[in-house]
């Protein structure tokens, strides 16, 4: 019993082993920022967080990573893509801290006030 014949192997770039220098499995796609993701995920977290006595300070955190982020991808050449992304943290943690120290002025005021009342009642605080 005869076997059929195998067929041709591939040409360059289709598989491990075809040629010097090939991909192993077609064109390669540049890899994300690891930064980006992580401003990104930062960003949208401390935005979150932002309305829970401020910890939307935080946000901070996904500028520096953004803004690194940025110029690491702008270094590369186009081996890195996420400027996007990168932007997109810079863009939630901006908000993220703008509205942390809203909320902390907030809290500040609240407390102060509550303070003047309790002088202006002539009570030294809350008495149950």
Known sequence: ?????????PGPGYGPGYGPGQPAYGPTVAPTSGKATAALVTGVASLVLSWCCG???????AIVLGVKARREIAASGGRLKGDGIALSGIVTGAIAVVLGVLILVLIVVAVVA???F???NGTQG???
């Open 1 to 9: 019993m005869s076997h059929p014949p195998e067929p041709p192997p």
């Open 55 to 61: 910890l939307g300070l935080a946000g901070v955190v």
């Open 114 to 116: 509550g303070a003047e």
């Open 118 to 120: 309790d002088v202006d």
């Open 126 to 128: 809350t008495q149950f």
